[in-house]
């Protein structure tokens, strides 16, 4: 029987099976354990030194024992602490970005996917380099920098080299004054060598889904295809790490398996990248199931009500403090309003989730992954943002400027943020504001700059984003960070 060890590089070594189940078995004997939890809450409340904080977050015990508590007290004061980390590590700034589906093209027979092999009633298409020419203009037309591209499983129809054609040629587009300066990549877990070329062809942020740690569930889940190898597919992110990739981006599907399950497991992978590789995951993504053309989520029986959801992204936020966190527009404006609070940093906007969406004027549902709850456009998810007191971010500084892996963590842990990612957060929110807002949005944006320029603490930064955001109003110029 394999025995747990977070250092190992085998799959059901370190997303063990049974120390999951022991999380879970005292997580529940615990629960009602008030001592127990006082102690946990406190470890997880961030702590200032000097002019930073430091937090060093939970062990997927820990943090599996408070998701277990029903305490509605304990839990109020969870979500405050969620706040807390959230303002102390991230600010009051939301980041922002777009899906781009490249393919729909997929060899794999994932049950909660209308993209799987035998669903025959959905068009397939891939985009040629012209029409991702088209998306991306459309995408720079809203006002976006950030991508994240997606693409089926298929070695005859994706290859690594069209996905490597398709990173170039996003790269190579700049229309008026827009540029997408951050490809993030959602494709299908692959060989070294691949997630090598990926690295040298500029990529942000790898991302894989782990969809369930459950293996049995993740076999039958994925019956056919490269996907069904739940061991390949789990130690993806360590030959991505072997492959020079520092930034990768971890998430669930919820609503495949028990959620507690899966929180546990998402933890113990997070707490494997720190042992073996020396830092946690850049990102953990939270999506749940959701309707798509032959999909039914009710199929499933593992949904979990907004409720226990906002409970999973508290404790998430809980035990990786320095992990930043995503919800995509799967997710409804009240869902996410909620959830923006108690720790999520980054969110999609304006997205359309089908191949070739962005250039057809009315959203196309015939190749859509998943059906939009929050199909609001771009420039109305700004202004809902500053309007609940977020400054939307369109922010790439840290890729742009090396900062990956640990240099991106120890930007976060030394208490930078209000130096370094909220003066950069205002000089894009500017940019955007200039080339692409509506009227109503450039004026609560340039009302939200102003006072937030007074936040900034060190005099020097200060004027410098100041004079900055006036070259960007007055001059026309572009692309500045720090
Ligand atoms: S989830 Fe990914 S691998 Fe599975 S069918 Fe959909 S596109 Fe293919
Ligand atoms: S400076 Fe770096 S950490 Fe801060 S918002 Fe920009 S990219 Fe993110």
Same mark, same amino acid.
């Given at each position: 029987?394999?025995?747990?060890?977070?250092?190992?590089?085998?799959?059901?070594?370190?997303?063990?099976?049974?120390?999951i189940?022991?999380?879970?078995?005292?997580?529940e004997?615990?629960?009602?354990?008030?001592?127990?939890?006082?102690?946990i809450?406190?470890?997880?409340?961030?702590?200032?030194?000097?002019?930073s !904080?430091?937090?060093?977050?939970?062990t997927?015990?820990?943090?599996?024992?408070?998701l277990?508590?029903?305490?509605?007290?304990?839990?109020?004061? @969870?979500?405050?602490?969620?706040e807390e980390?959230?303002?102390?590590?991230?600010?009051?700034?939301?980041?922002i !970005?777009?899906?781009?589906?490249?393919?729909?093209?997929?060899?794999?027979?994932?049950?909660?996917?209308?993209?799987?092999?035998?669903?025959r009633r959905?068009?397939?298409?891939k985009?040629?380099?012209?029409?991702?020419?088209?998306?991306? =203009?459309?995408?720079?037309? @809203?006002?976006h920098?950030?991508?994240?591209i997606?693409?089926g499983?298929?070695?005859?129809?994706?290859?690594?080299?069209?996905?490597?054609?398709?990173?170039?040629?996003?790269?190579?587009?700049?229309?008026?004054?827009?540029?997408?300066?951050?490809?993030n990549?959602?494709?299908?877990?692959?060989?070294?060598?691949n997630?090598?070329?990926?690295?040298?062809a500029?990529?942000?942020?790898?991302?894989?889904?782990?969809e369930?740690?459950?293996?049995e569930?993740?076999? +039958?889940?994925?019956?056919?295809?490269?996907?069904?190898?739940?061991?390949?597919?789990?130690?993806?992110?360590?030959r991505?790490?072997?492959?020079?990739?520092?930034?990768?981006?971890?998430?669930?599907l919820?609503?495949?398996?028990?959620?507690?399950?899966? !929180?546990?497991?998402?933890?113990?992978?997070?707490?494997?990248?720190?042992?073996v590789?020396g830092?946690g995951?850049?990102?953990?993504?939270?999506?749940?199931v959701?309707?798509a053309?032959?999909?039914?989520? *009710?199929?499933?029986?593992?949904g979990?009500?907004?409720?226990?959801f906002?409970?999973?992204?508290?404790?998430?936020?809980?035990?990786?403090?320095y992990t930043?966190?995503?919800i *995509?527009?799967r997710?409804?404006?009240?869902?996410?309003t909620?959830?923006?609070?108690l720790?999520?940093s980054q969110? *999609?906007?304006?997205?359309?989730t089908?191949?070739?969406?962005?250039?057809?004027?009315?959203?196309?549902?015939?190749?859509?992954? !998943?059906d939009?709850?929050?199909?609001?456009?771009?420039?109305?998810?700004?202004?809902?943002? @500053?309007?609940?007191?977020?400054?939307?971010?369109?922010?790439?500084?840290?890729?742009?400027?090396?900062? =990956?892996?640990?240099?991106?963590?120890?930007l976060?842990k030394?208490g930078?943020?209000?130096?370094?990612?909220?003066?950069?957060?205002?000089?894009?929110?500017?940019?955007?504001?200039?080339?692409?807002?509506?009227e109503?949005?450039?004026? =609560?944006?340039?009302? @939200?700059?102003?006072?937030?320029? +007074?936040?900034?603490p060190t005099?020097?930064?200060?004027? =410098?984003?100041?004079?900055?955001?006036?070259?960007?109003?007055?001059?026309?110029?572009r692309?500045?960070r720090?």
């Open positions: 029987m394999a025995v747990y060890d977070p250092g190992s590089l085998k799959a059901e070594e370190f997303i063990n099976d049974e120390e189940r022991a999380t879970l078995k005292w997580a004997e615990n629960k009602d354990n008030e001592e127990l939890i006082d102690r809450l406190e470890k997880a409340r961030p702590v200032r030194k000097g002019g !904080f430091s937090c060093p977050g939970l997927h015990r820990e943090a599996s024992l408070l277990a508590c029903e305490n509605p007290e304990k839990i109020e004061e @969870m979500y405050q602490i969620a980390i959230k303002l102390a590590f991230y600010g009051n700034r939301i980041v !970005f777009a899906p781009l589906y490249l393919s729909n093209y997929c060899v794999n027979g994932c049950l909660y996917c209308p993209y799987h092999s035998t669903n959905i068009p397939r298409k985009l040629t380099q012209e029409e991702v020419r088209g998306e991306v =203009t459309a995408l720079q037309d @809203m006002g920098k950030r991508l994240a997606e693409a499983e298929d070695p005859v129809n994706n290859p690594i080299d069209y996905i490597l054609e398709c990173i170039r040629t996003i790269y190579g587009v700049h229309h008026q004054n827009g540029d997408i300066r951050r490809v990549v959602n494709i299908a877990a692959t060989t070294v060598e997630y090598r070329k990926l690295k040298e500029g990529i942000g942020t790898y991302i894989l889904f782990q369930t740690y459950h293996k569930s993740y076999l +039958k889940l994925h019956p056919t295809g490269p996907k069904h190898d739940y061991d390949y597919h789990t130690q993806a992110m360590d991505a790490m072997e492959g020079g990739i520092d930034d990768v981006g971890l998430g669930v919820f609503g495949l398996e028990r959620y507690k399950y899966e !929180f546990a497991g998402l933890l113990m992978h997070a707490e494997h990248l720190e042992a590789h830092v995951p850049h990102t953990i993504s939270i999506p749940r959701k309707r053309d032959d999909i039914d989520p *009710s199929a499933f029986d593992n979990i009500d907004d409720e226990t906002a409970r999973i992204t508290a404790c998430i936020r809980l035990a990786v403090p930043g966190m995503i *995509s527009t997710e409804s404006e009240e869902v996410r909620r959830l923006l609070r720790g999520i969110v *999609s906007g304006g997205s359309r089908s191949v070739g969406g962005y250039t057809q004027k009315e959203r196309p549902h015939d190749t859509e992954q !998943f939009v709850s929050d199909q609001r456009s771009l420039d109305e998810v700004v202004r809902w943002l @500053m309007k609940n007191g977020h400054i939307p971010s369109f922010c790439t500084a840290c890729y742009r400027e090396g900062r =990956t892996g640990d240099r991106f963590m120890s976060c030394n930078q943020i209000l130096n370094c990612c909220h003066p950069n957060a205002l000089m894009t929110l500017a940019e955007y504001l200039e080339d692409y807002a509506s109503e949005t450039r004026r =609560t944006g340039l009302q @939200m700059i102003d006072e937030e320029l +007074k936040r900034i005099e020097k930064v200060r004027a =410098t984003a100041q004079e900055n955001i006036r070259q960007i109003r007055n001059m026309g110029r692309d500045f720090f």
